[in-house]
Structures are given as structure tokens and as C-alpha cells.
């Protein structure tokens, strides 16, 4: 087995029964043209469909009443203290230890449910990573890795270790996840097509889209045999093969599987339901590749005007969009619009994952390449080496994202007006 679950253990001389990390006190005021796929990080599926279980429940805050009670009065309510979804955690995890011991299933679970409202808050994903890999650990010792709970444990971080941009980790941690779900609950169960997807995420973000294609496709197969071509799960993993197929390459196909799904997706949700606005979106890129400009301008305005309107101005998901507008014009060498276009994707995408993520390092590589068309060299350059070094430390030496980068930097160094 791999050392994604143990990443730390030799730092800090953890292993099974040691107390997990503990949470700082919740902070306030928290808060290339990429195709647009159905899917984020921790979902490798469409919106809102991680790659888990789909047991977790949901976890939320809730307050402490004081009462005062005395005898022949009814009872009084004195005050009412708001409490958060981490501090209600941390304590019902510090309980269960404390009450049960740090291996107990029960004092585990409530770990994970920690781990996991830790992963919900931004700036907390390294916390929350530490603390699930205390879990997995621990249940990898206590229970074994075959074992329910290990393996929902197993899903839960490998997701997040995309999330956080740990992208080698988490393609190990999907692929051990999902070998083991195979193997003791067969190909076709939910969780092992779920992790199947997970890992063909992460294969397609660390650019291997060659490789994320085939699970992709039987994902879709497995679960068409299984539930039928219009179910819910079918349609989406139908949107995501397509999308593996745009990033291989095979655009035509792409573009037929795409013409069929969106009114499939659209007698069943609706033209701007999420899952819908994700395959026209995928649709738009699909016409970007194959050179109808002007088709797939009006195509992308049309996405963006609609996940503006659904998803707001600041997800992911409409970043995206906005991106293939831009890829759209600079593919009609309107440079000078796409540049703010993708500025402001930087910011938002700087915002909502932080500097070094990587959607936000191709994001920043996105704008570099534009500015060289503009001429606006001095900026290219600096953006060009923060990427190289990011693309060093997401992908390792020798990565077609890293060479390319490196290429272009060179270039600009070395051309008629070096920098």
C-alpha cells in the first residue's frame, strides 16, 4: 500500500491511537483553453456529486440553550450560544475519545465528520487532510483495509487531496480506493464506478486524458446496463465521457454524444438546470475545436448568461465558461478582449481555491499566453516562470504543461526583446 494515508506519520511519529491533530478556532469573516467538464475536483461526476459514498450526512451548526429552572416556575430560557459546524464537531470527536478511546469506530466516525466540515471551510483542506489520514490510519490498523468504513474514509480523502491540488497523491489514493472497492464489492457497485470516476478526474487534470477516456467509457457502460439510458446517473456519466473524448482529441465524437445528451438533459431539468448548462457548456468547447468561431461564441455567451443566473458570478463552474469565451476569441485573434476576460478568472479563481492551485496555476497560464499575443511580454514572462515552478511542484519534471511552459519562457528570454 502507498503512503498517501500516512503522509505524515514519519513527522510527526503518529500511528494508530494517537490524538488527532487539533483544529484551530474557526476564523471569522472566512469566506490551454480548458474545456468545461461536468464535474469539480472533490465531484467527479456533475455538480454536487462527490466521488463518496453518498451516505454522509449533513453537517451543519447549531447553538447551546442555557435554562434556568426553578422550582414551581416553568422553565426559562437565560441565553442561547451559536455554535459553528467545527465546534460542534470538535466536540462531539473530543467526547467520543474521550468516552470510548481514539480507536473506536464511533470515536473514528465522528473524526471523519470533523475531517469533513474542516474540508467544507476554505483555507482549512491541509487540516482536514492531516486529520482524515489519522483516521484511514487508524481504521487501516484497527479494521483493516477492506473494511467498510476505511474505504468511505479512503473516498472522502482521496477527494480532498484533489481538491487541495494534490494531485499525485490523490491519483494514488484513488486508484488504491478503487482496486479494493473492486475487489471486495465487484466493478459494478455504486461506490466502485463513483471512485472510478474520481480517479478518471484526476488522471484528465494531470493531463492524461488518454488514460482517464477508457474508465470513463465503462463507467457509462456499467451504469447504462444497470439503470437505463435516461436515468440521472447515466446521463451524467454520459456528459463526462463526452468530455474525456473532447480533451483526447476526438472531437467529432464528442460533438455527436454532446448534440444527443443536451435534449435529453433538457426534457428532463430544464434548459438552465445545472446538469444541462454543463453539457452545453462542454458543447461550446467541443465547436471552439472544431474552428466554428462564431457558432460557438454565440454557444458560450448563451452558457455564461445561464450560469451566471443559476450558479452566480463567482463558481467554479461559470469561471469555466467564461474561459472558453475567451478561448473563443483569442481563437478569432480578439486578444484585447480576452485578456480582461481572463484576469478576472485569475481573481476569482486566485479567491476561491488561493494562488497555488492548479486551476489556478493553468488559469494564470492561460492569461500568460494571451499577453504574448498582445505583446505585453515583461508581465507574460513573470506570470510564465510562476508556472513553471507551480507546474515543478503539481506535476514533476518532464510534464507536456511544464515543457510547454518552459518552452515559452525561454522564448521570451531569449527573443529580440528578451526578459
Not at 110 to 116: G, I, T, V
Not at 177 to 200: I, N, V
Not at 209 to 230: C, F, I, M, S
Not at 400 to 405: D, G, Q, T
Request: net charge negative; hydrophobic share 35%.
Amino acid at each position: 500500500m502507498t503512503r498517501w494515508w500516512r503522509r505524515r506519520a514519519a513527522e510527526d511519529g503518529q500511528g494508530a491511537g494517537a490524538q488527532p491533530p487539533r483544529p484551530r478556532r474557526e476564523q471569522e469573516g472566512r469566506q490551454e483553453h480548458r474545456e468545461r467538464t461536468d464535474r469539480q475536483p472533490p465531484d467527479p461526476d456533475t455538480q454536487g456529486h462527490a466521488g463518496g459514498s453518498g451516505r454522509e450526512r449533513l453537517l451543519v451548526g447549531g447553538h447551546i440553550t442555557i435554562t434556568e429552572v426553578t422550582e414551581g416556575r416553568p422553565e426559562q430560557e437565560i441565553a442561547r450560544v451559536a455554535l459553528s459546524a467545527e465546534q460542534i464537531h470538535t466536540m462531539r470527536a473530543r467526547s467520543a475519545i474521550d468516552t470510548l478511546g481514539p480507536e473506536h469506530p464511533d470515536a473514528l466516525t465522528a473524526m471523519r465528520e470533523l475531517a469533513q466540515v474542516l474540508g467544507s471551510i476554505p483555507g482549512r483542506g491541509e487540516e482536514a487532510v492531516e486529520l482524515y489520514q489519522h483516521v484511514v490510519r487508524t481504521q487501516w490498523t484497527t479494521l483493516g483495509d477492506r473494511h467498510e468504513d476505511t474505504l468511505r474514509t479512503s473516498v472522502e480523502l482521496a477527494g480532498l487531496l484533489h481538491t487541495t491540488g494534490q494531485l499525485r497523491l490523490a491519483e494514488t489514493a484513488w486508484r488504491d480506493t478503487f482496486r479494493a472497492q473492486a475487489e471486495t464489492l465487484g466493478r459494478d457497485h455504486p461506490d466502485a464506478l463513483r471512485s472510478a470516476t474520481g480517479l478518471a478526474a484526476v488522471l484528465e487534470d494531470l493531463g492524461r486524458a488518454a488514460e482517464a477516456e477508457p474508465l470513463l467509457r465503462d463507467v457509462l457502460e456499467r451504469r447504462a446496463r444497470q439503470l437505463g439510458r435516461d436515468h440521472p446517473e447515466v446521463l451524467s456519466a454520459t456528459n463526462a465521457h463526452a468530455a474525456s473524448l473532447l480533451k483526447c482529441g476526438r472531437h467529432e465524437e464528442a460533438e455527436r454524444a454532446l448534440r444527443a445528451l443536451v435534449p435529453r438533459l433538457e426534457d428532463r431539468y430544464g434548459h438552465d438546470h445545472e446538469a444541462t448548462i454543463a453539457a452545453r457548456s462542454n458543447l461550446g468547447a467541443v465547436l471552439v475545436r472544431l474552428d466554428r468561431h462564431a457558432e460557438a461564441e454565440e454557444h458560450i455567451r448563451a452558457v455564461v448568461r445561464s450560469m451566471e443566473a443559476t450558479l452566480g458570478p463567482h463558481h467554479q463552474s461559470t469561471f469555466t465558461a467564461r474561459n472558453n469565451l475567451a478561448a473563443v476569441l483569442h481563437a478569432q485573434e480578439r486578444y484585447e478582449d480576452a485578456v480582461p476576460i481572463l484576469r478576472a478568472i485569475l481573481s476569482g479563481c486566485v479567491a476561491l481555491h488561493g494562488d497555488d492551485h492548479p486551476t489556478t496555476v493553468v488559469t494564470r497560464d492561460n492569461l500568460a499566453n494571451v499577453l504574448i499575443d498582445v505583446g505585453r511580454h515583461a508581465e507574460a514572462a513573470e506570470l510564465l516562470d510562476r508556472c513553471v515552478r507551480d507546474y515543478q511542484r503539481i506535476h514533476g519534471p518532464g510534464h507536456p504543461r511544464l515543457r510547454a511552459a518552459e518552452e515559452r519562457l525561454a522564448w521570451l528570454r531569449e527573443g529580440p526583446d528578451p526578459y
